[in-house]
């Protein structure tokens, strides 16, 4: 069954006769639907057992071309000129539009404008507001998807080895590291990641994270200033393709010796993924929150806190175990103390982490697909963290 298939089903169990979603090139939703994305706002409706979008005149040509929908519609149908500015003129031509597809009980989102729909209330049509039956469809990957992930996350990988080269060919002096001749700092691996991903056709909609030392200990500082030796480097990475799909991953390295703390945190860590690699083989189908609790499980029997054993602690395992990757960085499910199932066709992100202000952090970050059988990871690099 067809992604849009499934909400026309819905639809129908739910006694309406039709789903309308509005917004534009912000809307990860719509272009999950659509396969179309415009800076001005556009409408898709689900009636009819047909998917159909409304744009401006200024859309329609392009909308033909790239839009994966049944029709496409122009605005100048039911009104002339360039509307995008006037409310009223839009409001009138929605209600148009859903008289011409014969919708009397409209399903919409909860932030639906207010004003717009007080307009078709007015004219005679219901609206009743749904949870966002969008974000569990696509919770679901189909296969063009998970190839598109799966590439996202070798590109991604091939950054990371960037990255680690990087580090690897540094020199230390005085406890800091030089590359090349000049000072090592965090700004110059972003640079190079974010040259790298470029070349390679990524977008990096978010600064990469390249954290050092006590930078390392709060888990979305993006780091600054020079690398340092025996000082942990987390390096996080999540460039999205020119297919909108997003890569996500992380490592953390250590130029030189390590401290014997930031070793053990180390190994609790990486104990922690792949306990929770053994529950999702024990699939298909496996709770999030059992994955999550395991994790707090054995890093709690290495005698760090984490948000279960002490819920204000700000030091130890301080965040969820993971969450879904697509056309967001961070969309469902989410690998947390919620009580969801993880199933087949879900692409998730396995990351534990500990964090001590005093010491800095550890995390790991691995995106898997969710098989029938258990999963397949899309990484293969090492999680060695000590670089010679």
């Known amino acids: 069954m067809d992604k849009t298939d499934k909400i026309g089903q819905e639809i129908e169990d739910n006694g309406f006769d039709g789903f309308l979603l509005q917004g534009n090139n912000s809307s990860t939703d719509l272009y999950y639907l659509t396969s179309f994305e415009a800076p001005d706002s556009f409408t898709y409706l689900r009636a009819q057992g047909k998917d159909i979008i409304l744009v401006s005149p200024l859309e329609k040509g392009r909308a033909d071309e790239e839009a994966e929908v049944d029709e496409v519609v122009s605005t100048s149908r039911y009104k002339k000129g360039d509307n995008r500015e006037d409310q009223d003129a839009k409001r009138d031509i929605l209600k148009q539009f859903l008289e011409d597809y014969g919708v009397k009980k409209l399903e919409v989102l909860e ?29 679901i990957k189909s296969k063009q998807e998970v190839e598109y992930l799966r590439e996202s996350q070798k590109a991604t990988e091939r ?22 001749g000049e000072v090592l700092s965090s700004e110059k691996v972003k640079r190079e990641i974010k040259i790298f991903l470029l070349d390679q056709g990524y977008q990096l909609p978010e600064e990469t994270i390249v954290a050092c030392g006590r930078n390392s200990a709060k888990p ?16 996080d990475i999540f460039p999205r393709s020119g297919e909108k799909y997003f890569g996500d991953m992380t490592r953390t390295f250590v130029k030189g010796g390590a401290p014997e703390e930031l070793k053990k945190m180390k190994q609790a860590v990486l104990e922690a993924q792949e306990e929770a690699f053994k529950l999702l083989k024990q699939g298909p189908t496996v709770k999030a929150s059992e994955v999550h609790g395991k994790v707090c499980e054995v890093l709690e029997e290495h005698g760090y806190r984490t948000l279960r054993s002490d819920p204000d602690t700000d030091s130890g395992f301080i965040h969820s175990t993971g969450h879904g990757v697509g056309l967001d960085l961070h969309e469902a499910p989410r690998i947390g103390d919620k009580n969801e199932d993880l199933e087949p066709g879900m692409v998730v992100t396995l990351e534990p982490g500990l964090y001590i202000p005093d010491i800095g952090g550890i995390r790991l970050e691995d995106m898997i697909l969710i098989t029938e059988d258990g999963y397949e990871n899309f990484n293969e690099m090492s999680k060695e963290m000590r670089i010679t």
């Open 111 to 139: 932030d639906f404008p207010l004003g717009t729909a007080e307009k078709i209330r007015s004219k005679g049509i219901e609206i009743g507001t749904v949870e966002n039956k969008v974000i569990e469809a696509r919770k």
């Open 220 to 235: 979305h500082d993006t780091g600054e200033g020079v690398l340092e030796a025996g000082e942990p480097i987390i390096v």
């Open 159 to 180: 950054a990371m080895e960037k990255a680690k080269s990087m580090i690897e060919k540094s020199d230390v002096k005085v406890g800091k590291l030089y590359y090349e």
